[in-house]
Nanobody, 125 residues
Framework: QLQLVESGGGSVQPGGSLRLSCAAS????????IGWFRQAPGKEREGVAC????????NYADSVKGRFTISRDNAKNTVYLQMNSLKPEDTAVYYC???WGIGYGGCYAQDFFSWGQGTQVTVSS
């Protein structure tokens, strides 16, 4: 059974950093594209960042470009989301998801078929 587990969320002050991890069990992560999505209360789910199986291609939402970096360590079956210069508007539940590829210019939920349970990120002073 495919399972994804997110970790690394928490509370941080504006300008701070967090690194989220997405660990896979039951399947080889290197066979799948991975995306990070987030959803804040009352808002639609947003594709934050996604990466191809090889890690050679990535997409980012405009709102996080230059601040967030997605990477993968296939040997550890883990994908990371490094989040720097965090803002209050980054507050959300962050989910990772596995799919077969990433879209052109963005990260689209319909491209991903297996989702983790999410981890809360709160940015507040």
């Amino acid at each position: 059974q495919l399972q994804l587990v997110e970790s690394g969320g928490g509370s941080v002050q504006p300008g701070g950093s967090l690194r989220l991890s997405c660990a896979a069990s039951g399947f080889a992560l290197d066979l799948h594209a991975i995306g990070w999505f987030r959803q804040a209360p009352g808002k639609e789910r947003e594709g934050v960042a996604c990466i191809t199986t090889s890690g050679t291609s990535t997409n980012y939402a405009d709102s996080v470009k230059g601040r967030f970096t997605i990477s993968r360590d296939n040997a550890k079956n883990t994908v990371y989301l490094q989040m720097n210069s965090l803002k209050p508007e980054d507050t959300a539940v962050y989910y990772c998801a596995a799919g077969w590829g990433i879209g052109y210019g963005g990260c689209y939920a319909q491209d991903f078929f297996s989702w983790g349970q999410g981890t809360q990120v709160t940015v507040s002073s």
